[in-house]
């Protein structure tokens, strides 16, 4: 569905993860097409559907297949089908009526689904006699304009909804819950149908509207399709100048006034923010890596998927590496990247709010809610301070992992009783735009046993009405109260003022944000207040401008909180003393005030370092030095020389880690300085991985120093990195020494791919060509060179044992070195044409009893004898039979392992699968088998790309960076760069990369056996 991280079970023979529809592979699919009763508010023409067996008897699990955790609440059944289907997303308006997006059409064409001509709809259900169920549905809109939408957010007459490329607003102007106007407030550039596209948006007690979109949505235009900036003069865009990948935003409330708030997130699925103005929201990781997470945004901020400067992918290997996959996965240990509030690990998140209602009980109050529907539960956490930052105290709410993994929540929000409902998409699995189920969708509302739903009503022409509305945790009731009341002006005052000594914290800051717009001087008097939360929200109330006394003064304020919100205030303005303020109190290990320092200084950093560090013994304060490793000004990197200077090796990979995000000029001269005064191997190496590859080769003495350096580096792998980076023709003697030499497959592939990539296939013809023939080395060269597997390698192969002027031996070696995952495909093409020897067709069927391809191997043995018997796929009462889990650990060593990784163990090319039972039910891993290509995780999409030398290949790009594709090659996990000027196109594949893979019924039970025991 529309939920970010499917982890598609990509099941291959020898290597892909990245799937390939196929049809050979099981012809026999049955996909039942069930003709139920028409359903009441379902069209004749989207018919009666489901896609597995196990969903005919699921209109029957509703509450009993949730487990509700604390007996101090009651869950309840508010909707369910037939009165909605397949909700994406929800809000809630301040009569108490629940509006759905409805997603009917989701990747029809992907998934193979019917399809709804009159598009999706936006429903109204309601509840008339208070008793806590929906008794009354109506259509708002339906149109094919608003397929699979992923957000709704109601404020007054006005609807938004969010569906990737448009955020559409629909104004209903008499109130008959029909709209009479549709005008388009903003675009994304793309996202047309993916889950990573535009979510919804949420209003702030600033009047602001905030809204985030995921890496697929790229930036933002206008109406008119032209491209907006945003409030400094930068085009919103994933350019790297400086915003990349998913980002959270707010504008004002008419489409104006953009703020990319904070950028670098894979797909931030939806956000809220609190009434201090704090920003809180999700985000999916690359599918199995155990790294979702929550997050606190800071203004200003950049949250490390992508590497900031080269936007290279995370898993490229870079100095002071974190010590596990998800904190790499974030680049945590890098400057400039805010730290990850939690990772949760496995799932999908989706909804998200701050609780600031009374109803349920106290624990719950001001906590953040969080629904993951590929976990199966909803959760709250409660916010814990901690320094600058904060920390996280989970309480699970539902769970249903052990009674009904359909149970997919997609959506949480609060009402205006206090009470919270969650949406349901309910379906086998999640993510990676599958889909399983059509007719199925449930509502649940959450309540302190409370069962009636009786909303408070409002005057809003009245003050009085409205600051009493103002205190309600709906967000619906609230932008009508803050709206009123924002008309009324200074007829407001004496109430706001009222409001604002509340006992109530909340209540304070929602009367504070009003009465700031007054007069200026409420924003003094909240930032006297005793609260800190209040005090940092009169902060973010502040006018922003440059030498402000009043950032000054709150930036010495004693608590870490409000300094870390004067960081965000100052972000691009001149505030020198502010920051100085703010850079004198830091002490070492609050890494998330560090961030907010670097915040601030960002524009400034010349200036501000120098003034900081004026009269300061630097070299021996940690703070300073601390500062100093997330600077970014011209004089850093010879601040950083010095550091390193004084550190043995061991201790500088953090501080060399910095240079990459300095100016590559100053960055060149200070390592030039350290390298001429290095004594030792290790720091040597350092030096020469960070250097600007590019500009120092053109330094005469950098080339004068490099020999020496060169004949000391004792590690083939340093030698070989080295010699790639800087693309060294001149040490090819001692590269082709590895090649033929080593005998750690790691090394002598690894060595022979950038051999390849500086001379072509120059090494291997003059292997074969020599005379007298070394038979014995020439054998070992194609053996080792064979490991590449493109091209230009491959026609080379072929030309070899194609001549029969060459011994048999060397040339049965060029047949053998065929197996890859393209070459085995042109070994086959010339195999079935009759164009390779007989003599050598038993060299040819060891390379097709291992090739990726099993669809190859079956067509080769029906052509040369043993033909596997036709397999058909499991019948549909699969669900029935149990597989055997310890032959189907067997059959994924065999089989997946090359591929995907399960507790450590594996290949690390597609999604680990470590809790992918947990994840996925036994129908939704079924389909992940037998059908791939309906769900291909993101980020693992295959390409054609073809290079400039003629050479063709598929694999996945993993990121761009400025001026390299980040490839990884089929069976690998290493990445492989290939520099832009080499690559001619590179087209996204329509369908996955995995092949035809026949099995018997009992080893598809098997397998599914074991991989839904895996949690």
């Not at 397949?86 to 301040?94: A, F, G, K, L, V």
Request: net charge neutral; hydrophobic share 35%; proline share 3%.
């Amino acid at each position: 569905m529309y939920i970010q991280n499917y982890i598609c079970i990509n099941f291959w023979y020898k290597s892909q993860f990245l799937l390939k529809r196929n049809n050979n592979m099981l012809k026999n699919l049955i996909i039942s097409f069930l003709c139920l009763l028409t359903l009441a508010c379902q069209k004749s023409q989207e018919g009666s559907y489901d896609r597995f067996p196990e969903g005919k008897t699921k209109e029957n699990i509703t509450l009993e297949g949730i487990d509700l955790k604390d007996n101090d609440l009651q869950l309840t059944l508010f909707a369910s089908e037939p009165d909605l289907f397949n909700p994406t997303n929800m809000d809630i308006d301040h009569r108490g009526r629940i509006w759905i997006c409805e997603a009917y059409n989701y990747r029809n064409d992907v998934n193979n689904v019917p399809y709804n001509k009159k598009g999706d709809k936006i429903l109204i259900l309601e509840d008339t006699n208070a008793d806590g169920k929906s008794d009354k549905t109506k259509v708002f809109y339906q149109g094919e304009d608003i397929n699979s939408a992923l957000g709704i957010t109601v404020l007054g007459n006005k609807t938004i909804v969010s569906c990737s490329p448009n955020v559409f607003v629909f104004t209903d102007e008499n109130g008959d819950d029909i709209p009479d106007k549709k005008e388009i407030l903003f675009k994304t550039i793309a996202g047309l149908q993916s889950d990573h596209g535009v979510h919804s948006c949420v209003f702030g007690p600033d009047g602001k509207l905030y809204f985030n979109f995921g890496n697929f949505g790229e930036g933002l235009l206008d109406k008119n399709n032209q491209p907006i900036k945003d409030i400094y003069g930068r085009l919103i865009g994933q350019t790297k100048a400086p915003f990349q990948d998913g980002m959270a935003l707010r504008c004002d409330v008419e489409g104006k006034n953009f703020e990319v708030l904070a950028w670098n997130f894979r797909n931030n699925y939806e956000l809220c923010i609190d009434s201090y103005g704090r920003i809180w929201q999700s985000d999916n990781d690359d599918d199995g890596k155990k790294a979702n997470r929550i997050n606190y945004v800071m203004p200003g901020g950049n949250y490390g998927y992508k590497d900031e400067m080269t936007g290279a992918d995370w898993r490229v290997n870079r100095t002071n590496l974190e010590d596990s996959v998800f904190n790499q996965h974030w680049h945590q240990n890098d400057p400039g990247v805010i730290p990850n509030l939690k990772v949760t690990g496995y799932g999908s998140p989706t909804g998200i709010f701050i609780y600031e209602g009374s109803l349920l009980p106290e624990k719950y109050r001001n906590g953040l809610f969080l629904a993951d529907a590929g976990t199966n539960d909803v959760s709250s956490y409660e916010r814990i301070n901690d320094g600058a930052g904060y920390t996280i105290k989970q309480n699970l709410i539902l769970d249903a992992t052990k009674k009904d993994m359909w149970f997919r929540p997609s959506d949480i929000c609060t009402a205006p009783d206090g009470s919270v409902f969650v949406a349901d998409w309910y379906d086998s699995g999640v993510g990676g735009h599958f889909i399983g189920d059509l007719e199925k969708g449930r509502i649940y509302r959450l309540s302190s046993n409370k069962t009636d739903y009786k909303i408070p009503s409002y005057d809003f022409k009245s003050v009085y009405s409205c600051v009493e509305a103002l205190q309600n945790p709906s967000n619906s009731v609230r932008y009508l109260a803050y709206s009123a009341l924002t008309k009324m002006s200074k007829n407001a005052e004496s109430e706001l003022v009222k409001l604002s000594k509340s006992t109530n914290p909340v209540f304070q800051a929602r009367a504070y944000w009003l009465l700031s717009k007054l007069d200026e001087k409420y924003v003094l008097e909240a930032s006297k207040n005793t609260n800190e939360q209040i005090r940092a929200a009169a902060v973010r109330m502040a006018k922003r401008e440059n030498n402000s006394s009043f950032f000054t003064q709150m930036a010495t304020d004693d608590s870490f909180q409000v300094k870390q919100a004067v960081g965000s205030a100052i972000y691009k303005t001149d505030n020198q003393q502010s920051w100085i303020n703010l850079a004198n109190s830091y002490k070492p290990g609050d890494k998330w005030f560090l961030e907010s320092i670097g915040i601030g200084a960002d524009g400034q950093w010349d200036k501000y370092l120098e003034a900081f560090l004026k009269g300061k013994n630097w070299i021996n304060d940690e703070s300073a030095k601390d500062i100093i490793w997330r600077s970014r000004s011209k004089k850093t990197s010879a601040y950083l020389a010095k550091i390193i200077s004084n550190l043995y090796p061991k201790e500088t990979y953090r501080y060399f880690r910095a240079f990459d995000f300095q100016d590559k000029n100053y960055k060149n001269q200070a390592l030039l300085g350290l390298l001429k005064n290095s004594k030792s191997e290790e720091l040597s190496l350092l030096i020469f991985k960070h250097f600007d590859a590019e500009t120092i080769v053109k330094d005469t003495e950098f080339n004068s120093i490099l020999p020496k350096v060169l004949e000391n580096i004792k590690n083939d792998v340093d030698f070989i990195d080295i010699v790639s980076k800087y693309g060294l023709q001149n040490q090819r003697t001692r590269l082709e020494k590895i090649v033929l030499e080593s005998t750690k497959p790691e090394v002598y592939e690894k060595a022979a791919l950038v051999l390849s990539q500086l001379f072509g296939v120059a090494p291997l013809k003059e292997a074969i060509s020599q005379k007298p023939l070394n038979e014995d080395k020439a054998i070992k060269a194609i053996q080792r060179l064979g490991l590449v597997d493109n091209e230009t390698i491959s026609k080379q192969l072929i030309l070899i044992f194609s001549n029969k002027k060459f011994p048999f031996k060397i040339r049965e070696a060029a047949i053998l070195a065929m197996e890859g995952y393209q070459s085995d495909v042109k070994l086959w093409n010339l195999v079935k044409i009759n164009k390779v020897p007989k003599e050598l067709i038993p060299a040819a069927k060891v390379v097709f009893t291992k090739t990726f391809h099993s669809d190859l191997k079956v067509q080769f043995e029906q052509k040369f004898g043993k033909p596997q018997e036709h397999q058909l796929a499991i019948k549909a009462n699969f669900l029935n039979k149990n597989g055997d889990a310890v032959k189907g650990k067997e059959l994924f060593g065999m089989y997946c392992a090359t591929c995907h990784v399960v507790n450590g163990n594996g290949m690390d090319f597609g999604p680990a699968l470590s809790q992918i039972g947990k994840k996925l039910t036994k129908e939704s891993i079924y389909n992940a088998i037998v059908n791939p290509s309906q769900g291909v995780s993101f980020g693992y999409e295959g390409y054609n790309i073809s290079l400039t030398d003629g050479s063709a290949f598929q694999g996945i790009i993993t990121s761009k960076t400025n001026d390299e594709y980040l490839v990884k090659m089929p069976g690998q996990s290493q990445i492989v760069a290939y520099k832009k000027n080499q690559v001619k196109s590179a087209t996204k594949m329509e369908i996955s990369l995995m092949p035809a893979f026949p099995l018997k019924e009992t080893e598809y039970l098997d397998l599914i056996g074991y991989l839904e025991g895996l949690k």
